[in-house]
């Protein structure tokens, strides 16, 4: 498989991104083979902003490949309909990497949109029937219908989006929380080879054991949280914390490694 890079929730033009640039993260795929940009690169919700992110997607890919590393885009609920990966395993179907989003029965469980989305989500599962790939297809199509303004008319007015600010807040937190435990519980059921995930969605970072499993988010390049990258290399799969000095980013500390075969 060679040497595989994979980075999460870049959110190209997101003002709390701090990637503006594709050569900021140059550096990290140095040696690589692969790179998995793994959801939530774009902003398909942003109808100022997702042409302008695509590109800097797409200039990204275009940077990587100058340097001999293939590119595969995953999708997440930012960015659904941005590839048609919406996973990729890993070592024997037992390192499971895509977005998470899947786990919360309600996506975005923080979002006004969240009891619309999950309506359609169990709409799409009951016309497909329930499995790995159908689940992760409802969660895609369910997605794009969010990003795409299908539920626009629902959307609270501002007095209300101002009362909701608090509890979306609490519920943030509370997803911090439950989310490990909520990836454990889907992978039970839809990907039970799996014995590592890597994932991103919460923008909350973190290394977690459940159902002896290891469950990775390498948190986000913004607010609330420091980025962390996985490396694949042939035995070990390892996690790095990231550093940003000058504008660019460069591999900080070990957070945990292992032999993963």
Known sequence: MGKTLILSDIHFCKKPS??????QLRTLWDSCDRLVLNGDTTEAHSSRYSCESKERAAELIELANSDGVSTTLICGNH???????????????????FHGHAAFPKIAPWSWRSPLVYKARMKY?????DGFHEQLLAV???????????????????PKMLLLACPAAIRVFYGWQRFPSLVSS???????TSRFIITGHTHHAGIWKRDERVIINTGCFGFPSHPRAVIIDEDTLSIFRLKLSRGNYSFGRVCASWNAR
């Open 18 to 23: 701090k990637v503006t640039s594709a050569k």
């Open 79 to 97: 960015d659904p309909i941005s590839s048609e990966h919406d996973y990729i395993w890993c070592w024997d179907k037992t390192v499971l990497v």
């Open 186 to 192: 889907w992978a039970n059921q839809y990907a039970p």
């Open 140 to 158: 895609r199509r369910a997605s794009h219908d969010s990003a795409s303004g299908v539920f626009s008319s629902n959307r609270p007015s501002l």
């Open 125 to 129: 599962l009951k016309e497909t029937g």
